[in-house]
């Protein structure tokens, strides 16, 4: 999803470690730094939120749900969703 409004700087601090593979993904990509770092953070929320949208489905079927055994597998579904495994 394309962002049409101007670019904000923000300062991060990084680990050491995870600083070292973002410069080895942007050397790979041929790419600075700071455009694998938007990258990852803009994956990280997509993957954010289509966890979130997961977890609404399932507590969704779960209220729906009169059979005992699919209850019992959406809860433990939610439970690793919110808990993990």
Known sequence: ???????LRQSVSL???TAR???????ARRS??????AELVESGLEVQERARERFFEL???????TDSAEQKRLKEELARLTFGS
Do not use: H
């Open 1 to 7: 999803m394309p962002d049409t409004g101007k670019p």
């Open 59 to 65: 507590a969704d079927r779960l209220t729906r749900s």
């Open 21 to 27: 593979r973002v410069r080895a993904l942007a050397k």
């Open 32 to 37: 600075s730094a700071n455009r694998v770092i």
């Open 15 to 17: 680990p050491p470690r």
